[in-house]
T-cell receptor, first 115, second 117 residues
Framework: GAVVSQHPSWVICKSGTSVKIECRSLDFQATTMFWYRQFPKQSLMLMAT?????????EQGVEKDKFLINHASLTLSTLTVTSAHPEDSSFYIC???????????FGQGTRLTVV | AQTVTQSQPEMSVQEAETVTLSCTYDTSESDYYLFWYKQPPSRQMILVIR??????QNATENRFSVNFQKAAKSFSLKISDSQLGDAAMYFC??????????????FGKGTHLIIQP
């Protein structure tokens, strides 16, 4: 299958700072990328959907000013957690696809710890 | 909104045996996709099998097969000849047809599958 790469794999940041997570489709052009959040031993929850060149669509309950998503190119989407707090500590996973009728491939995830 | 329910938090099976993981879902849509994903300790999500709701034939992928009951809104995963490498979290997921509801995946809470050697 196609490869989606997230960077970094893990990050520790201080409370109040911002952290950026990158999601790259390495061998295909992703018109749509998705960001999910997974708490320990829990399911994945969709946070937002981003289409290249458009503003992201956020799920209900997700603060768009806190979780800034940019999808400026067909191979890169970024999630910036602004003014991070310990409750933002979680596992963040992206997925990317070519078109609505094609499979979405997942990145390996990023573990964020806010101290 | 669609919901996906996995009622088995944990399942255990002897190596080489067969195990079935349950999944039910709720939707008002007539066309949609259903998936089973595997998440090993590495946390990488791996697609196991996919089913289009309009297809009556159950999907199969080698040792993995599904029992899709559309009227009952049930989508179980059968793993035959279980192997140690099958140990992982398994998530059932729902996706609307393009142009339908939400574009992303709706996941169940997952089933932790343990393989006993």
């Amino acid at each position: 299958g196609a490869v989606v790469s997230q960077h970094p794999s893990w990050v520790i940041c201080k409370s109040g700072t911002s952290v950026k997570i990158e999601c790259r489709s390495l061998d295909f052009q992703a018109t749509t990328m998705f960001w999910y959040r997974q708490f320990p031993k829990q399911s994945l929850m969709l946070m937002a959907t981003s289409n290249e060149g458009s503003k992201a669509t956020y799920e209900q309950g997700v603060e768009k000013d806190k979780f800034l998503i940019n999808h400026a190119s067909l191979t890169l989407s970024t999630l910036t957690v602004t003014s991070a707090h310990p409750e933002d500590s979680s596992f963040y996973i992206c997925s990317a696809r070519v078109s609505p009728n094609t499979e979405a491939f997942f990145g390996q995830g990023t573990r964020l710890t806010v101290v | 909104a669609q919901t996906v329910t996995q009622s088995q938090p944990e399942m255990s099976v002897q190596e080489a045996e067969t195990v079935t993981l349950s999944c039910t879902y709720d939707t008002s849509e007539s066309d949609y996709y259903l998936f089973w994903y595997k998440q090993p300790p590495s946390r990488q999500m791996i697609l196991v099998i996919r089913q289009e709701a309009y297809k009556q034939q159950n999907a199969t992928e080698n040792r993995f097969s599904v029992n899709f009951q559309k009227a009952a809104k049930s989508f179980s995963l059968k793993i035959s000849d279980s192997q140690l490498g099958d140990a992982a979290m398994y998530f059932c997921a729902y996706k609307s047809q393009p142009g339908g509801g939400a574009d992303g995946l709706t996941f169940g809470k997952g089933t932790h599958l343990i393989i006993q050697p």
